[in-house]
């Protein structure tokens, strides 16, 4: 069996632009962040990326903050790609 290729919780925090500890709690309070279900590895959670791709693509969105995503979204693809300020 391959395992996707996959993504630590550091990682996957500064892609949905949270901290590390936001996506613990969500984890440990619903068993996945923002839709996307972990993979338990020595310990560690580990988070598919073709999952994180389509949570940035907008296609993967859990119970938590979807019009904030969504926002933030459509202010990065509006940006060119560049730096998003959340001022």
Known sequence: M???DLATTEVFA???KC????VR???CLTGHCYGIKPVK???RLLWPISEIAR??????LGVESRSH???EIAEYQA??????SHG
């Open 79 to 84: 940006s060119g790609y560049a730096e998003v």
């Open 19 to 22: 901290s590390p500890k936001t």
């Open 41 to 43: 590895i020595g310990g």
């Open 55 to 60: 949570l940035l693509n907008g296609e993967l």
């Open 14 to 16: 500064k892609s949905a």
């Open 25 to 27: 709690k969500n984890y």
């Open 2 to 4: 391959q395992l996707p």
């Open 69 to 71: 995503i969504r926002k």
